[in-house]
């Protein structure tokens, strides 16, 4: 059986910043419903990455195709039909400081000028609900709320429209550890329920060995690794030696391999419950 078309498919990508070679020929795919996690040293090109394949950024040379549609080469109305299929939370700057959350929640519905403003209400309230917002806390300020909760809204805003598509920068950059976790379960659970395919830069451990299913390295201007977590480990550069196998990078492997072992076990009884 064919294959089915990758979500994004980058081939042959290169960047060029003057002299400066961020991209040398890079090519990738990402499959529907996986999550790829993009690590890589600091300048190593990760952000221009992502927002190339936003269609904010235009390459040097090679092709961005997101949903099949080449990103640099479709017309304004296919781009803008493009960007309701995909959601983005980033670092920075994720929330307008002038709208409450349940506003900026309900502002990219607003912007499409065909949804009933009942309906954007309580698709609004529904998305704010999903990451745990009550109802309560939704006509709060963004500068009244915790940086948690400013994350949490800022996903419900990137769900507004109930993409295919999620891509996060640093998702849980300058989350304390418990609320890294829960961010994290957050993500795993809405990656089940809505069917997502997401692509999240990250310098977390914790977190992208949590989630992705496959983890893309780029350093050296290339793509040094891509594949799962125990595939990525055992490619020999200095990157990876010292990015996963420091004494921090064992110890979030080694809760991974726990993690999984349990899942395992759990299932295992599972079927032998079945069984029986
Ligand atoms: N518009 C630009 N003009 C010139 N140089 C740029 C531009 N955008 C990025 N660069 C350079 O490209 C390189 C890659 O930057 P990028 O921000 O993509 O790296 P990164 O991997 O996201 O880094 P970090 O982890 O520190 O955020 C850097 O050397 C940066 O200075």
């Known amino acids: 059986m064919a294959e089915a078309q990758p979500v994004i498919r980058i081939e042959g990508l290169s960047t060029r910043f003057g002299d400066v070679v961020v991209h040398d020929n890079l090519s990738m795919d990402v499959r529907a419903g996986e999550i790829i996690a993009l ?6 090109g990760k952000t221009t990455l992502l927002r190339q394949v936003l269609g ?5 040379a090679g092709t961005v195709k997101v949903f099949g549609i080449d990103v640099h080469h479709a017309d304004p109305a296919t781009l803008q039909q493009m960007r309701n299929r995909w959601g983005m939370l980033f670092q920075h700057g994720a929330l307008f400081s002038a709208l409450s959350a349940f506003d900026n929640v309900a502002q990219p519905m607003r912007e499409l000028r065909v949804l009933p403003e009942a309906l954007v209400r309580d698709a609004a309230l529904l998305k704010l609900q999903m990451v745990d917002i009550p109802p309560e806390q939704a006509l709060r300020m963004p500068a009244d709320l915790s940086g948690g909760m400013v994350k949490r809204v800022a996903l419900a805003r990137a769900l507004a429209l109930e993409p295919e598509l999620l891509f996060l920068d640093e998702p849980t950059a300058g989350l304390d550890p418990a609320l890294s976790e829960s961010f994290v379960r957050l993500i795993a659970m809405l990656h089940r329920e809505m069917n997502l395919t997401v692509i999240m830069v990250t310098h977390d451990l914790d977190t992208l060995l949590a989630l992705a299913t496959r ?6 201007k290339r793509l040094i690794a891509y594949g799962e977590a125990e595939e990525v480990v055992r490619v020999d550069h200095p990157f990876i030696t010292e990015y996963f196998l420091g004494e921090r990078g064992q110890r979030a492997l080694q809760g991974m391999r726990d993690e999984r072992e349990k899942a395992r076990a759990a299932n295992t009884h599972r079927e032998y419950d079945h069984g029986k």
């Open 39 to 44: 690590v890589g040293g600091s300048g190593s």
């Open 56 to 60: 904010l950024e235009r390459p040097s």
């Open 215 to 220: 983890i893309a390295v780029l350093a050296d």
